[in-house]
């Protein structure tokens, strides 16, 4: 068993999940990895439970009866990965927009060299983005800089989806209490991280976008990162947010 476990959630990504399963398992550090399925129509489980076989205490499944939200997946994720014995738990997409091969950065980010959050990041180091319209590009660059503006942190991209947390961090971060499902999901969990005093790493990562399956982004999750940033800073200022 490894000390690392890397969540994916997935809905309808039967065109990649094997392809990125096989490129973790092929790194040169060993990482577990757990799927959260959504109930994929397009048999994406069935897939990885074909590939528990071929890779046995290193790959888990865990299906959901509905499509219920990225933050709710990965909430599940931590609740599982809690109840093992992993020290470092990564969120990761399915769609190869994130490079497997920057895990290990991740990883020496927490492990070497003492984040307790290490943040696979867009914007450390200007603009990482390839694939993305201009529009789509501006839109995640001033929301991040929105975000940094209202939350205080000083974080460049506060809205990545590619992170590695220690243990530590999911322990001590109230999870019944996370309010967001979607793209916000994202930001209230570095928020409350860095409520926590937690030390914050960011790693500079390349960002591709997806070539296969559908985009799963929305203009109501998009409004919930909007508005719901607000709200969230207006509750830490009372010793009653639950963090």
Not at 36 to 57: K, R, W
Not at 131 to 140: A, E, G, I, Q, Y
Request: glycine content about 6%; some cysteine.
């Amino acid at each position: 068993m490894s000390n690392s476990l890397v969540i994916i959630p997935t809905y309808n990504e039967i065109e990649n999940i094997e392809r990125l399963i096989r490129d973790v398992f092929s790194l040169p550090k060993e990482f577990d990895i757990l799927v959260v399925d959504d109930n994929s129509p397009d048999g994406t489980s069935a897939t990885v439970q074909h590939l528990m076989d071929e890779f046995p205490a290193k790959l888990f499944l865990e299906k959901r009866m509905n499509k219920l939200g990225l933050g709710t997946a990965y909430i599940h994720g931590f609740k599982w990965a809690l109840t093992k014995n992993y020290n470092y738990i990564f969120e990761m997409d399915a769609d190869f927009s994130h490079n497997p091969n920057d895990l290990w950065r991740l990883y020496e980010a927490c492990d070497r060299d003492g984040a307790s959050l290490s943040i696979g990041s867009r914007y450390k180091t200007g603009v990482n983005v390839v694939n993305w319209p201009m529009s789509r590009v501006l839109l995640s660059w001033l929301a991040s800089k929105y975000v940094r503006f209202i939350t205080g942190m000083s974080i460049s991209d506060t809205t990545a989806g590619f992170v590695c947390y220690k243990r530590e961090v999911l322990e001590k971060i109230n999870l019944e209490k996370i309010q967001f499902v979607g793209y916000a999901f994202q930001i209230e969990m570095k928020f409350k991280a860095y409520l926590h005093k937690f030390k914050i790493t960011e790693v500079p990562v390349i960002f591709t976008d997806r070539t296969k399956g559908e985009s799963k982004m929305s203009g109501g999750i998009i409004s919930e990162a909007i508005f719901g940033v607000v709200s969230m800073k207006f509750k830490s200022l009372f010793t009653k947010y639950e963090i």
